[in-house]
């Protein structure tokens, strides 16, 4: 083997070592954003079901319960926010 198929063989296998270990963390990161999404679904679909029987009387209700919606709702919009950015 010359030194130039050597040094192309040597330039492969780094860029397959390269591409192995990226196409592992594309993976992963996938994965810990499906993660975040299913849990940000749950957030998502909790507070639709807190905020549809009350949104008509949202006028006559405590402020803690507009304040929990509030707060659940930032929760998704950060956690969509970080989806976002890790895709």
Do not use: C, F
Not at 49 to 73: C, F, I, M, R
């Amino acid at each position: 083997m010359s030194h130039e198929e050597s040094t192309l063989a040597e330039l492969i296998s780094m860029l397959k070592q390269r591409r192995d270990e990226i196409a592992v963390k594309i993976h992963l990161g996938k994965e810990e954003a499906k993660q975040e999404w299913d849990q940000l679904e749950e957030k998502w679909h909790s507070l639709l079901g807190e905020y549809e029987p009350v949104k008509d009387a949202l006028g006559e209700t405590a402020e803690n319960v507009v304040s929990g919606l509030k707060l659940t709702a930032g929760e998704i919009k950060d956690g969509l926010d970080r989806i976002w950015k890790a895709l």
